[in-house]
């Protein structure tokens, strides 16, 4: 009897839905699994929970064209079948993009592209924002917030028609959110105020820069 065939499904979160929390997260595709009919597959043991799964997990308020969500499923159905299924049963907000047999590779995921809409630094600030040695400011880490230096996880910012671009690091090893960098560049540009932004995670890559 087949119990574990593995499958993923990249989906958008915008809109309304950036207010739910990833633990809220969980009981919606609760929900969609039910809704859907969709044969979710379920751990041993006594107290038995679907097989479902999240690769970094999207913080509040941050939108998203590129969320990945792992499940395995308890009967031998195609990926066709089950986007067929999720579609029509997502709530405002969310949308399937595809679903694919097999398992990506999330343990190898190294970088997040964002885009961040905001008041934006000149060309000439953000060249010496980015040219400094070390910048320190408040991060939460596992131990609580503590005074972090982020230089190392920024890859790149860009500065786009309206908004900026930010490659940082993410992952197990390091995980570097494009408000802490706003914090950073409030801190270290002279009379700069990003004002309100808000965020929207364009792109997941491996190590080796492969979007996945």
Not at 52 to 79: G, Q, R
Not at 85 to 102: D, N, Q, S, T, Y
Request: proline share 6%; charged share 30%.
């Amino acid at each position: 009897m087949l119990q574990n065939k593995p499958f993923y499904a990249r989906y958008r979160k915008c809109g309304r839905a950036k207010y739910i929390s990833h633990l809220d997260m969980v009981r919606v595709f609760n929900r969609v699994f039910r809704r859907g009919n969709i044969p979710v597959a379920y751990s041993e043991g006594f107290n038995p929970h679907p097989k479902i799964s999240f690769a970094l997990p999207l913080s509040v308020f941050y939108e998203s064209e590129c969320e990945i969500m792992l499940f395995a499923v308890s009967e031998d159905v195609t990926a066709e079948e089950l986007f067929n299924r999720f579609k029509p049963v997502m709530p405002e907000g969310l949308e399937i993009i595809e679903v694919c047999e097999g398992k990506p590779e999330v343990k190898k995921l190294s970088y997040c592209l964002y885009n961040v809409y905001c008041s934006l630094p000149a060309e000439k600030e953000l060249e010496a924002f980015l040219a400094l040695p070390s910048m320190v400011v408040p991060k939460k880490t596992k131990s609580g917030i503590k005074d972090t230096d982020i230089r190392g996880d920024i890859t790149d910012i860009k500065l786009e028609d309206g908004y900026m671009t930010m490659l940082l690091s993410a992952g197990s090893n390091a995980n570097l959110k494009p408000d802490v960098v706003i914090k950073a560049m409030n801190k270290y540009i002279e009379n700069f105020d990003a004002g309100d932004c808000e965020y929207l995670r364009k792109a997941i890559y491996t190590d080796d820069m492969v979007e996945i």
